[in-house]
T-cell receptor, first 115, second 113 residues
Framework: KAGVTQTPRYLIKTRGQQVTLSCSPI?????VSWYQQTPGQGLQFLFE???????NKGNFPGRFSGRQFSNSRSEMNVSTLELGDSALYLC??????????????FGPGTRLTVT | SQKIEQNSEALNIQEGKTATLTCNYT??????LQWYRQDPGRGPVFLLL?????KEKRKERLKVTFDTTLKQSLFHITASQPADSATYLC????????????FGRGTSLIVHP
């Protein structure tokens, strides 16, 4: 089975721009979660989608949004980028909603640098 | 909201010894707890899940304990190898009142040959 894939792997953007990151979950997985990882804050939950519906959302501003398509692929968007948005953005898929089986499979991440 | 604490200092041990990492949590009574391994520049990899009614769980050289009274989990790697060098993350599922999964900051393990 192919793992979780994320594109692009690396991205450099300028403050004020917006960015869209993509995630393809493991085949058959309907739950996709997004996380932001920084040296200062660690791994922080952004949101989770299950069957095209946002189930949970972390404590991030509205500039961070996401969506999930009928094939379970997911995108996250960050508008009006700030320097502090520089981070590794990780996508994880699960065979069930978090809180059920709990086991998540992470992708390699997208390294976003905001200048 | 729930909070997880892991030792922020790197743990340095000699090859062959047992590494023990600690995860403490507060403000929460989780149904289970997970451990992940993360290598630099890569996403975390799931290792073990232990439920609240399980005191101990093993997988090959890995052993996890879960003490719900102390609100603590210990993660052991026996007969450690340099290839075990990585950051190990403890994770709690979303809580009933705050439906947000929480990860610890992780502890870096360095196994010296």
């Amino acid at each position: 089975k192919a793992g979780v894939t994320q594109t692009p792997r690396y991205l450099i953007k300028t403050r004020g721009q917006q960015v869209t990151l993509s995630c393809s979950p493991i085949s058959g997985h309907r739950s996709v979660s997004w996380y932001q990882q920084t040296p200062g804050q660690g791994l922080q939950f952004l949101f989770e989608y299950f069957s095209e519906t946002q189930r949970n959302k972390g404590n991030f501003p509205g500039r961070f949004s996401g969506r999930q398509f009928s094939n379970s692929r997911s995108e996250m968007n960050v508008s009006t980028l700030e320097l502090g948005d520089s981070a590794l953005y990780l996508c994880a898929s699960s065979g069930s909603v978090w809180g059920s089986t709990g086991e998540q499979y992470f992708g390699p991440g997208t390294r976003l640098t905001v200048t | 909201s729930q909070k997880i604490e892991q030792n922020s200092e790197a743990l340095n041990i000699q090859e062959g010894k047992t590494a023990t990492l600690t995860c403490n949590y507060t403000n929460y009574s989780p149904a289970y707890l997970q451990w992940y391994r993360q290598d630099p520049g890569r996403g975390p990899v799931f290792l073990l899940l232990i439920r609240e009614n399980e005191k101990e769980k093993r997988k090959e050289r890995l052993k996890v304990t879960f003490d719900t009274t102390l609100k603590q989990s210990l993660f052991h790697i026996t007969a450690s190898q340099p290839a075990d060098s990585a950051t190990y993350l403890c994770a709690l599922p979303a809580s009933g009142g705050s439906y947000i999964p929480t990860f610890g900051r992780g502890t870096s393990l360095i196994v010296h040959p």
